[in-house]
């Protein structure tokens, strides 16, 4: 197996396949990782040869989220950040249709992945969970996202009471497009990808431009704004606390807010 954290496969003329390969970790986001991934969708995304590109994993897991034992060292914080922010706004600005094929579960970084993406594809298998308040951290850059796809009810109780949803929870709130067996997980995204190509390039490229300025903010204006909050909340007594308690694998001892007695 390759030592690359990412691997990319351009078989396929036309589509762009770039894969999370550190299954030994879950496939967390470390910045080693996150730098190899920035740079596999920057190349894909100025490859005007290309019209799709497909996000998978290797693993059972699709991704684990941020790499909790390297955020607890103050030396990564603000790199990770910086690198997770990036890497959601080349996906979100890539001109070509993205495709995410997620089994297993997406965990915090990993949604944010997920829904940085045209379209989602799950397997019956996958967890999406959103587990940052339950560890002292703020899920800035993932609510950044995801409330693109979510009511703000559902998005309320996913990020405020740290849940995890099924696949097919997931697909009913619109979070994903389709859910699969996991063993045609790649073969739905393929099929995908073969209905993208049929699409005019300049003018997919230009629909994607008109739904993001749609929105109230647009997405990378958004995610900088959330970069913020991400970065406040990863530096907090809370996150030092919450991120060792889920390394001892013991309940976390919050510290009093400040201002209480």
């Not at 045209?118 to 703020?138: W, Y």
């Not at 959330?226 to 919050?254: C, N, Q, T």
């Amino acid at each position: 197996m390759s030592d690359a954290n990412v691997l990319i496969d351009q078989a396929d003329p036309a589509v762009t396949v770039v894969t999370l390969n550190r299954p030994e970790k879950r496939n967390a986001l470390s910045v080693q990782l996150l730098r190899e991934l920035l740079a596999a969708l920057q190349a894909a995304s100025a490859d005007r040869s290309r019209r799709v590109l497909i996000l998978n994993a290797n693993d059972p897991v699709f991704c684990a989220g941020l790499d909790l034992k390297e955020s607890a060292d103050s030396k990564h914080r603000q790199e990770s950040a910086r690198l997770l922010c990036d890497v959601y706004k080349s996906l979100t600005a890539n001109p070509q249709i993205t495709i995410v094929a997620a089994q297993g579960a997406a965990i915090g970084g990993g949604v944010g992945l997920l829904s940085a993406c045209d379209i989602a594809i799950a397997a019956d298998d996958l967890q999406i969970g959103f587990p940052e308040v339950k560890r002292g951290l703020v899920a800035a850059l993932v609510t950044a996202l995801v409330r693109r796809q979510v009511n703000d009810r559902v998005l309320r109780e996913l990020v405020l009471l740290g849940k995890t949803i099924s696949a097919a929870d997931a697909m009913a709130i619109g979070l994903v497009n389709q859910r699969v067996p996991g063993t045609g997980l790649m073969a739905a995204a393929r099929a995908v990808a073969a209905q993208a190509i049929q699409s005019a390039p300049l003018a997919v490229q230009r629909t994607k431009e008109l739904l993001d300025e749609l929105t109230s903010h647009p997405v990378s204006q958004t995610l900088e704004q959330a970069m913020r909050y991400h970065v406040e909340g990863r530096d907090s007594a809370e996150a030092i606390e919450g991120i060792a308690a889920f390394l001892e694998k013991r309940e976390p001892r919050w510290p009093p807010r400040k201002g209480t007695e």
